[in-house]
């Protein structure tokens, strides 16, 4: 087991390129399932998660190879294997196994996802969708059961506007027999980017992006080439540490649509952001002035910055509201900033920092990937080393990170943790 140390204070400086985006690579993976050909994916982030799809997709049958970042993946003598237990429970995103089986098999057995522990993440609209669509789904032991002998295209509106729910159906709806509408669906870039994927495999998806999808099933899906969009919570996340600690960096391989809500945020507090056609440009700043954010469904501000951004907000002078509003209860990350010397105090769903503070380097723990990135932020600007444990968090979602900091001027390493330290650990 390894923890990372950061020993604050340095300036960042130069390029850092952002990786193929993980929320997409998660979806992208299991739709190649649909195919009956070769999928080929370009540009995809060597992180855990991605490599645990990988896994999944040649557990069912599949056969799956790599050439850099780019992964091979012939679906066609794929079977439709129950994964009611092991390496689908741990993560969030292996429940896209269930509508992407339930498309091609019409049955599946997936068990219950993994993921961050942001408080409750049901997934009763994905079933709803399923249901609609002629899916009998049972709960047997923890795993999910989908069953169907056919499936028809529907109605489905969402009750709540989810990511997740929304690709799910898309993934089942197109090989459904005629037309299925997602109302209210969710609106985020990963999910133009799915529908790019299965709309080149020929599957006939209009209005992804909007909150009406409309998808006219097709029998068959044939294999093809595709290049993932780059990883907008990386690019902010990065955009947020250059805005802490940064000269001039120079944010390479992003879209600036996919970040617009954070970069009005930063503008506000007072950071010069110079925007280009793929990168950002982020100035340094003499004075942070606090804002107040609310996380929203996309186009609004992404839960997924929310916690990189609290750090921040602990360097700006006054002080800052912070409400999540997609997951009530993803305040972990506020206790440890706090044994780092954060002005910080959670009330009626809020969190509310007061700044400016100077961090103090401590030793802190990621419970999950976003608090453990919150962290490495507070890190670069704390006094001192901060040690932070729990740092497979990080590695399910960002690539290689202590390099890219390293590349930038931050004195950022690895250690193996001690028998002691993993016991501690693993009591905590
Ligand atoms: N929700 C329901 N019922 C459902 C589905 C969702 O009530 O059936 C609720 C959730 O509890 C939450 C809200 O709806 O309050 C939004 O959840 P959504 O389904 O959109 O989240 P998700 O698809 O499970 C994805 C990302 C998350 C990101 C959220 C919100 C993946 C694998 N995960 O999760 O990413 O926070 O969308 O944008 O795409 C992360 O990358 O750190 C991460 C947690």
């Known amino acids: 087991m390894h923890k990372i140390l950061v020993e604050g204070g340095r300036s960042l400086n130069g390029k850092v390129r952002v990786s193929g985006a993980k929320n997409s690579a998660v979806a992208l993976l299991p739709a190649a399932i649909l195919a009956d050909s070769k999928v080929i994916i370009e540009g995809l982030p060597q992180i855990s998660d991605v490599g645990i799809l990988g896994d999944l997709l040649e557990?069912?049958?599949?056969?799956?190879?790599?050439?850099?970042?780019?992964?091979?993946?012939?679906?066609?003598?794929?079977?439709?294997?129950?994964l009611p237990n092991g390496k689908v429970k741990k993560l969030r995103a292996s429940y896209y196994f269930m509508g992407a089986m339930l498309g091609r098999f019409k049955q599946a057995a997936i068990?219950?996802?993994?993921?961050?522990?942001?408080?409750?993440?049901?997934?009763?609209q994905h079933i709803k969708g399923f249901e609609a669509l002629?899916?009998?789904?049972t709960n047997e032991q923890g795993a999910l059961?989908?069953?169907?002998?056919?499936?028809?295209?529907?109605?489905?509106?969402?009750?709540?506007?989810?990511?997740?729910?929304?690709?799910?159906?898309?993934?089942?709806?197109?090989?459904?027999?005629?037309?299925?509408?997602?109302?209210?669906?969710?609106k985020e870039p990963e999910?133009?980017?799915?529908?790019?994927?299965?709309?080149?495999?020929?599957?006939?998806?209009?209005?992804?992006?909007?909150?009406?999808?409309?998808?006219?099933?097709?029998?068959?899906?044939?294999?093809?080439?595709?290049?993932?969009?780059?990883?907008?919570?990386?690019?902010?996340?990065?955009?947020?540490?250059?805005?802490?600690?940064?000269?001039?960096?120079?944010?390479d391989n992003v879209i600036p649509q996919h970040l617009e809500s954070l970069?009005?945020?930063?503008?506000?507090?007072?950071?010069?952001?110079?925007?280009?056609?793929?990168?950002?440009?982020?100035?340094?700043?003499k004075r942070l002035k606090s804002v107040d954010i609310k996380t929203l469904v996309h186009p609004g501000f992404p839960t997924d910055l929310q916690q990189p951004f609290t750090s921040l907000l602990t360097k700006a002078e006054g002080t800052g509201l912070v409400t999540d509003t997609i997951y009530q209860a993803r305040f972990k990350h506020i206790d440890e900033l706090r044994r780092m010397n954060a002005q910080i105090k959670?009330?009626?769903?809020?969190?509310i920092v007061s700044g400016p503070v100077q961090l103090e380097g401590a030793k802190v723990k990621a419970s999950d990937l976003r608090a453990g990135a919150a962290l490495i932020v507070a890190g670069l600007m704390a006094d001192g080393i901060t040690e932070i444990t729990g740092i497979e968090h990080i590695d399910r979602g960002y690539e290689q990170?202590?390099?890219?900091?390293?590349?930038?001027?931050a004195k950022i390493w690895r250690e193996e943790m001690s028998k002691d330290e993993v016991e501690q650990f693993q009591n905590s």
């Open 401 to 409: 990170i202590t390099e890219k900091l390293t590349n930038l001027g």
């Open 191 to 251: 999910i133009i980017d799915v529908a790019t994927l299965l709309t080149s495999m020929g599957a006939k998806i209009k209005g992804a992006g909007t909150d009406v999808i409309r998808i006219e099933g097709c029998e068959n899906l044939s294999g093809c080439t595709h290049t993932i969009i780059p990883d907008r919570i990386e690019a902010g996340t990065y955009t947020i540490m250059a805005a802490a600690q940064g000269e001039k960096v120079l944010i």
């Open 134 to 137: 002629g899916a009998r789904v």
């Open 111 to 124: 068990g219950l996802p993994g993921g961050c522990h942001l408080g409750p993440r049901p997934i009763d």
């Open 263 to 285: 970069l009005a945020k930063l503008r506000e507090m007072g950071v010069t952001i110079e925007e280009g056609d793929e990168q950002l440009l982020v100035l340094p700043s």
């Open 346 to 351: 959670v009330e009626g769903g809020s969190a």
């Open 145 to 186: 059961y989908l069953r169907a002998d056919e499936l028809r295209g529907a109605r489905i509106y969402l009750d709540v506007v989810s990511v997740g729910a929304t690709i799910n159906i898309m993934l089942a709806a197109v090989k459904a027999k005629g037309k299925t509408i997602i109302e209210n669906a969710a």
């Open 59 to 82: 557990e069912i049958g599949g056969t799956v190879s790599w050439k850099g970042q780019t992964i091979h993946i012939d679906p066609s003598k794929m079977v439709d294997m129950p």
